[in-house]
């Protein structure tokens, strides 16, 4: 398998469920992202983890809650979330200074 | 003000013609500029990276970019209908930790 994989491509869950986002990318890069992205809105960095070790929490609710294990793998935990949280996530790796190549994204419905 | 700027469109140009997207963005320590495209649903992909000053081309797409400016655009010549999407300009300052900014992205439509 290669490039950026996530599961799971869909996810409805409700507001008292805990859940978890998961990403895996096989390119051997050394940074990973989490994105959000809700309809009409641009793209909203989440957290970045740059040799494992988280670099940027953009201001994003507790309720969020990444896992970075190694360098492969990348997790959103998720609980308590509100509907305005729903979105497609996306999950992204990148060498440093090189492009980001982005998974398929998680869309996710909180009802 | 924004990391990175975007006009949001939409912006429609006839099949054939040149689709010309802009992008500026705010901070001078920005090292390495992307372009990429995405489809409704879809995740963004790579079109087109540029580090330095200048003109870059690759097929139908030339890169370009003017850092005393800070401007970044894509030209897109003989535009086809399978072009219209949403085109994302992107920033990455790598060297506070690999951190990639996104436009609000720019919706081309070519019309046949």
């Known amino acids: 398998e290669t490039g950026v994989t996530q599961t799971p491509r869909h996810l409805v869950m409700g507001m008292t469920n805990k859940k978890s986002l998961k990403c895996e990318q096989h390119?051997?890069?050394?940074?990973m992202y989490w994105y959000k992205q809700s309809a009409k809105k641009p793209l909203e960095l989440m957290f970045v983890?740059?040799?494992?070790?988280?670099?940027e929490n953009n201001s994003v609710p507790s309720r969020f809650s990444p896992e970075c294990p190694n360098s492969s793998h990348l997790f959103l935990h998720l609980h308590t979330l509100q509907p305005e949280d729903s979105a497609l996530y996306l999950c992204a790796s990148s060498q440093e200074g090189g492009e980001a190549f982005f998974g398929q994204g998680t869309r996710l419905t909180v009802v | 003000q924004k990391e990175v700027e975007q006009n949001s469109g939409p912006l429609s140009v006839p099949e054939g013609a040149i689709a010309s997207l802009n992008c500026t963005y705010s901070?001078?320590?920005?090292?390495?500029f992307f372009w990429y495209r995405q489809y409704s649903g879809k995740s963004p992909e790579l079109i087109m990276f540029i580090y330095s000053n200048g003109d870059k081309e690759d097929g139908r797409f030339t890169a370009q970019l003017n850092k005393a400016s800070q401007y970044v655009s894509l030209l897109i010549r003989d535009s086809q209908p399978s072009d219209s999407a949403t085109y994302l300009c992107a920033v990455n300052r790598w060297y506070t930790g690999n951190q990639f900014y996104f436009g609000t992205g720019t919706s081309l439509t070519v019309i046949p």
């Open positions: 983890y740059s040799l494992e070790e988280r670099v």
């Open positions: 901070d001078r320590g920005s090292q390495s």
């Open positions: 390119l051997g890069h050394n940074a």
